[in-house]
């Protein structure tokens, strides 16, 4: 899930407010580029790799993803779309509910999965993922592509390919689109 | 869900069915994964009270509960102290007192579970009472509806049969309804309920002239005890009159389906080849069952709907 | 014996209403001494009457006092402390228990606890051997014993033949046949009343027809044979038109309703709860607007509790195993009180002098307050508002369906055969 949707499900949420724009579209482009060539450097080529996007900030990343790579490299890898809420650790906590079906197109065994989301965070979104990805088979390596690494992380968990790496406060809030990247907080003024 | 229990489609809101089906479309999508499972509720205990034999609405349980990790535990009522004369309020407790934190119930009588749930701390999840409710029945009725016809909003369904005996349709009715269906109730008068008042439905006598107007024809148990109670001349009669015969699927509209909660009497209130047929949907609604109660044991133990089990002070309890 | 003096309050009874204080001695009234006299009584006990009625004492026509049998739910000595707790004076033990009161060995039984208890306990008697609807009970020798009232309260007598020779044969005994009226065949094993809620619930009904056809042939019965028919807990609108016609025809037929059936409706069973199952079931609200017309007009004779204990195991079943019933002796006056739009004085005919007289009570109960009478009288606070709860009733069961309600009039003293038995609310033994 999102962070920005999680943080603002009630009962901790708010609304977002932008203060800070750090990257706009074109630098998101490029960022998006640059992943997209380490990727394809990384396993000399696209033979077994599946881009999987994390529901639901994860998903126009991997699809801008699989995008560039079909330019750069002639043909699109495989594309799935992963909601991990099954596999979270604060079930029960609060309401996690899925946000979309997950569609993974095919087993992953022996495939070299990159999963692609938008912020890492504390790491344990990543965490469920990799719990998820097994359900779909035993992949030969999993990988991890994120357009933000805000820090503070609470698990042993590191991107493979980043396309910004952003120190920020713990109490403040990243939204990345593939309009641009923001830096704010929730308010908690519901509006 | 806004309470802790399932105990009917009466009480739920619109929007807490169309939660139930969104989530059931993302566990259906887990029942087709290599590793069907997920570890969702691990931790959590969950326990079967049934006191009225039933293998299909118990074992869709049970592998709904195990496809969350969470842990089971049988109590099985032939061989348990029930039958020793252990009043239900003692068995309860006794299940209770093991750490359970969802408790389904079976039970003939109807209400049960309403009162098991004024018992308990944990949720309490009605897998079928007396002629009451079945709410998971109607929850996977709809789904397979749905995923039939896409949606339920403008349908007209024929609920045909032993309408007063039937907690299915109980909890048909008001699932349908709800959900923006239409619903004729299908029925000799001896077995409608004696009164109707209230009920969102039309009712009619004549299932030929219903049948070319429906996009559900929705077949229910007929229990042979009804002779008995001069309620029916003869099951010949019976399916004469209401059952649905190769003859009366010919009235059907082309993409018009035919259900029925099972265990079918076949050559009663269906034909036997009219079970087999495609427009048949039954084996899909068993199907759904399974995801539809990890839908709701899901919404009750896991989502955090009830966000105060967590909170602190609970404990002091 | 202790004297005691009632001080302060008005005294309602048969003749009226008169500020006065009362004086009691030997098991009697000794004076009634109207304010203003300004004789000031001296004795033992004074009781403060101050805004209160001083009343004869209540008269419960249909009481399950449990004895013998199912002691666990209620005993003559509990139901009796009960009963005074209420203000009732005199409570009619119904025959329904096991072995059931149709012999004069259990009539004598009860009549011997009863002397124990601290109110007076009186009984009635099965018309059928073991209620069983086949043969007569000893009703000669019952009589003898002093039983006034037959009836097989908790079923109805189904033979119309055997309910005939019944009323032929208690004709010669001045007794009353009085007659739960359930048609059982139709009532079919119902759980509740049929129609739109135990259609929606999913629950056996039975429907109102299997209380009026019964009533519909009593009446006729009581036209052929000219015997005396008391209808018990009536519940609904026809069966109190058909009442009412046969009082119009002169017929010599009286009837109870219940507190329960002025107060509550079909609607509680949704919530499962079997402490709202109770046998003729709680009805629709136009059912309770008949019974409340009926109390108003005077087509029904008087109130009855039909107090019927159960265990909390018994109550604790799923609704439609568990038994019919529920507690009403100490809350019948405050419920009449609380929800019938009547003057106290007729609630008090309806409870006290109007059931006393049916069972031939009116010796020692519901009498004017006079000198001479027997001292059975209990003193209300109609403005006193109380809170039901059941832990703290005085009945053995707690199966009351009143739990948490708010009732205004309460009994503050009840004195039985010249013993106040019941101080402040407080029961004394």
Same mark, same amino acid.
């Given at each position: 899930m999102a962070e920005r949707e999680r943080r603002s499900t009630p009962p901790f949420g708010g609304v977002f407010v932008a203060r800070?724009?750090? *990257? /706009?579209a074109d630098d998101v482009r490029r960022a998006i580029w640059r992943m997209a060539h380490e990727v394809l450097e990384r396993n000399h080529g696209l033979d077994d790799v599946v881009l999987v996007g994390l529901q639901t900030g994860g998903v126009t990343f991997a699809e801008a993803m699989a995008e560039a790579l079909a330019k750069i490299d002639g043909e699109a890898p495989p594309l799935g779309t992963l909601d991990v809420a099954f596999h979270r650790d604060d079930i029960g906590l609060r309401p996690v509910l899925p946000s979309a079906v997950t569609e993974i #197109?095919? /087993?992953?065994?022996g495939r070299v999965v990159v999963l692609v989301d938008d912020v890492i965070f504390t790491g344990r979104t990543i965490r469920a993922a990799l719990d998820a990805v097994h359900s779909y088979g035993r992949p030969r390596a999993v990988q991890l592509a994120v357009m933000v690494d805000r820090g503070h992380r609470e698990l042993p968990i590191r991107p493979d390919f980043v396309g910004k790496n952003l120190p920020t406060r713990r109490d403040e809030v990243v939204n990345a689109t593939l309009e641009g990247v923001e830096i704010g907080e929730m308010s908690k003024e519901h509006r | 869900m806004s309470a802790r229990h399932l105990l009917g489609i009466a009480e739920l809101e619109v929007a807490d069915i169309e939660r139930l089906l969104r989530l059931t479309d993302s566990f259906v999508e887990v029942g087709r994964r290599?590793? @069907?499972?997920? @570890?969702? &509720?691990?931790?959590r205990t969950v326990t079967w009270l049934f006191y009225e034999s039933s293998t299909r609405t118990r074992l869709s349980f049970e592998q709904a509960a195990k496809r969350l990790s969470a842990d089971t535990l049988n +109590?099985?009522? =032939?061989?348990?102290s029930v039958n020793k004369g252990e009043s239900l309020r003692d068995t309860v407790a006794t299940i209770e007192a093991m750490g359970v934190d969802a408790i389904v119930v079976r039970h003939a009588s109807s209400g049960v579970p309403h009162q098991v749930a004024r018992w308990v701390s944990g949720s309490v999840i009605n897998a079928g009472d007396g002629w009451h409710e079945h709410p998971t029945q109607a929850l996977l009725d709809c789904y397979t509806i749905r995923d039939h &016809?896409?949606?339920?909003?403008?349908l007209h369904i024929a609920i045909v049969g032993?309408?007063?005996?039937s907690r299915v349709a109980r909890s048909d009715v008001w699932a349908f309804t709800k959900l923006g269906a239409e619903v004729t109730l299908v029925a000799p008068p001896t077995l409608? #309920? =004696?009164?109707? $008042?209230?009920?969102p439905v039309r009712v009619d006598h004549d299932l030929d002239a219903v049948l070319p107007t429906v996009d559900v024809v929705y077949l229910l148990r007929m229990q042979r005890e009804r002779m008995l109670e001069a309620l029916l001349p003869s099951l010949r009669e019976y399916t004469a009159c209401y059952g649905l015969t190769r003859r009366r699927v010919d *009235?059907?509209?082309?993409?018009a389906i035919v259900m029925h909660p099972g265990p079918m009497n076949r050559g009663v209130e269906i034909a036997a080849d009219v079970a087999d047929l #495609?427009?048949?949907v039954v084996i899909d609604q068993v199907r759904n069952g399974v995801a539809v109660r990890m839908a709701v044991l899901y919404d009750l133990l896991g989502s955090g709907a009830d966000l105060s089990r967590d909170l602190p002070g609970r404990d002091a309890r | 014996m202790k004297t005691i003096a009632i001080r302060g309050g008005e005294v309602v009874d048969a003749t009226g209403s008169r500020r006065a204080d009362v004086l009691v001695e030997d098991g009697r009234i000794a004076a009634v001494v109207p304010e203003g006299e300004g004789r000031d009584l001296v004795a033992d006990v004074t009781l403060d009457a101050g805004g209160c009625v001083v009343a004869p004492g209540l008269v419960d *026509?249909?009481?399950? *006092?449990?004895q013998p049998g199912a002691e666990e739910a209620e005993t003559i000595e509990t139901g009796a402390r009960a009963a005074v707790l209420g203000g009732f004076t005199c409570v009619l033990a119904m025959p329904n228990t096991t072995p059931a009161i149709d012999s004069a060995g259990v009539a004598r039984e009860v009549l011997e606890l009863g002397r124990a208890a601290c109110c007076d306990v009186r009984t009635s008697a099965a018309i059928t051997v073991g209620r069983a609807g086949e043969q007569l009970t000893p009703m000669a020798e019952l009589a003898a014993l002093g039983v006034r009232l037959f009836t097989d309260d908790g079923t109805g007598v189904q033979d119309g033949r055997l309910m005939r020779r019944a009323l032929e044969y208690a004709s010669a005994l001045g007794v009353v046949l009085a007659q739960h009226c359930e048609d059982a065949v139709l009532s079919g094993g119902g759980a509740m009343n049929e129609g739109a809620w135990s259609s929606r619930l999913g629950l056996p009904g039975q429907p109102a027809e299997a209380e009026e056809v019964m009533v519909m042939r009593d009446v006729a019965l009581a036209r052929m044979t000219g015997g005396r028919v008391h209808f018990q807990h009536l519940s609904t609108r026809r069966s109190l038109e058909l009442v009412a016609a046969a009082k119009a025809e002169g017929l010599r037929v009286t009837c109870e309703v219940t507190p329960h059936h002025f107060t509550l409706? $079909?609607?509680?069973c949704a919530s499962y709860d @079997?402490? +709202?199952?109770v046998n003729p079931p709680l009805r629709t609200d136009d059912d309770v607007a008949a019974v409340r017309a009926g109390l108003a007009s005077g087509v029904v004779d008087c109130i009855a509790t039909d107090h019927a204990p159960h265990t909390p195991e018994a109550k604790e079943q799923p609704f439609d195993q568990a038994p019919p019933g529920m507690l009403g002796l100490e809350t019948a006056l405050a419920l009449a009180l609380t929800h019938? /739009? &009547?003057p106290i004085a007729e609630v008090l005919a309806l409870m006290s002098w109007r059931p006393a007289a049916i069972i031939g009570a009116d010796d020692a109960h519901?009498?004017?307050? !006079? $000198?001479?009478?027997? !001292?059975n009288l209990c003193v209300v606070d109609p403005s006193a508002t109380w809170t039901v709860d059941p832990d703290r009733? !005085?009945?053995?069961?707690?199966?009351?369906?009143? !739990?948490?309600m708010r009732l205004t009039g309460r009994v503050r003293h009840t004195v039985v055969d010249g013993e106040a038995v019941v101080i402040d609310a407080e029961a004394q033994r």
């Open positions: 800070t724009q750090v *990257l /706009d #197109p095919v /087993d992953l065994t | 290599r590793m @069907p499972k997920v @570890p969702a &509720l691990q931790g +109590f099985s009522v =032939p061989t348990s &016809l896409g949606g339920l909003d403008g032993d309408i007063n005996h409608l #309920p =004696p009164s109707v $008042e209230g009920w *009235l059907l509209r082309d993409k #495609p427009r048949s | *026509l249909h009481t399950h *006092l449990r409706t $079909e609607a509680c @079997p402490v +709202f199952k019938l /739009d &009547l519901g009498g004017p307050i !006079a $000198e001479g009478r027997p !001292a009733l !005085a009945s053995r069961s707690r199966n009351t369906p009143y !739990a948490g």
